[in-house]
């Protein structure tokens, strides 16, 4: 069980995170990769990624078992973490004695290989290994489709604010999802330990993630400044072939019409069918339908939650929007 202490103060610095973060989702997907559960959301990409991935990449199973603890130095919470280049920086500026504080605590569950007793001390050709390891990881196993765990993670973000302003920050936290207990002034959640979190003035950054599973994840060292992991709803389908272009009009073809750009426009701040049917006076069926070519489009994606189909718009959907916008309305 997990138990995140909050106080007043606390409650006022409550953040969800702008987007995916490239370290956590490299770190939960090195893991989630390795186990056999969620095979009805992971199991494709567990076939198709495991024979493309490089000898480099299987340097980070070892730092990323399956289970139990892996080093917080893999996921630093501070610094410009914009960027996969930019987060990468910053680990392999981890100091000294982070890095050994770290991998003594891994090498007393479970035998580590033996270049880590030079990553443990700081070496930088180790570091640099080890970072060349994640841009290569990520390129292999994660880059084909960030795109859609961005958007996944963008959905989620929506999902979050509508919560925060249906409910305030105890509507936040109470809409977690069914792996956690919102008793104020405590947040509970399914954790594989025992652990308490205070946060004690410092506040908390909710981190969705798309590999995390199946409960959530927060950093071992509680004075490190704090964030919750948790896991996203997913589409089933996001493992599915990009559709190709046609060189005559592209994935643009099928936008053609005033109700489809007035789904796309909904869509860009989130909408359920029952919302966007009504909304726009359309039939269940006719929204569905509508949504269907735009998601087969890239530009909207949808995720389930509650029972409810929740429409949000892609990056690539907004930028169609924002472009017709600039020059008149899609």
């Avoid at 987007?19 to 186990?35: A, C, K, M």
């Avoid at 139990?68 to 100091?95: I, M, N, R």
């Avoid at 735009?294 to 530009?299: N, S, T, V, Y």
Wanted: with cysteine; aromatic share 8%; proline share 9%.
């Amino acid at each position: 069980m997990l138990r995140v202490y909050f106080t007043s103060e606390d409650l006022a610095r409550v953040r969800v995170a702008t987007g995916p973060d490239y370290l956590w989702e490299i770190s939960n997907s090195v893991q989630t990769l390795q186990r056999r559960d969620g095979a009805r959301v992971f199991g494709e990409w567990r076939r198709w990624a495991r024979p493309r991935l490089s000898d480099s990449c299987r340097l980070l199973s070892p730092l990323l078992p399956p289970y139990g603890y892996s080093p917080d130095f893999l996921t630093p919470t501070y610094g410009d973490c914009e960027s996969l280049q930019a987060a990468v920086d910053t680990l392999v500026h981890t100091p000294p004695p982070r890095l050994r504080t770290d991998l003594t605590r891994v090498a007393a569950s479970r035998r580590l290989p033996v270049w880590t007793e030079s990553l443990a001390g700081g070496d930088g050709d180790a570091l640099q290994r080890l970072g060349q390891a994640l841009h290569t990881y990520h390129l292999e196993a994660l880059a084909p489709f960030w795109h859609r765990i961005h958007a996944h993670i963008d959905a989620d973000r929506i999902i979050r604010l509508h919560s925060l302003l249906d409910g305030g920050t105890d509507g936040l936290l109470a809409g977690l999802g069914p792996r956690f207990r919102w008793r104020p002034p405590v947040l509970e959640a399914d954790y594989p330990v025992d652990h308490e979190l205070r946060l004690d003035g410092r506040g908390l950054t909710l981190q969705p993630s798309f590999f995390c599973w199946p409960t959530p994840i927060t950093l071992a060292d509680s004075e490190l400044p704090p964030v919750l992991v948790y896991p996203i709803d997913h589409a089933m389908d996001w493992t599915r072939p990009e559709p190709p272009e046609r060189p005559d009009d592209g994935p643009l073809g099928p936008l053609l019409g005033h109700t489809r750009a007035a789904v796309l426009r909904a869509a860009r701040t989130g909408a359920s069918t029952v919302e966007l049917a009504r909304m726009l006076a359309v039939t269940h069926p006719a929204i569905s339908q509508h949504v269907k070519v735009l998601r087969a489009a890239g530009l909207v994606t949808t995720v389930r939650r509650a029972g409810r189909a929740f429409h949000v718009a892609t990056a690539e959907g907004r930028a169609l929007l924002r472009s017709g916008e600039r020059g008149g309305a899609p």
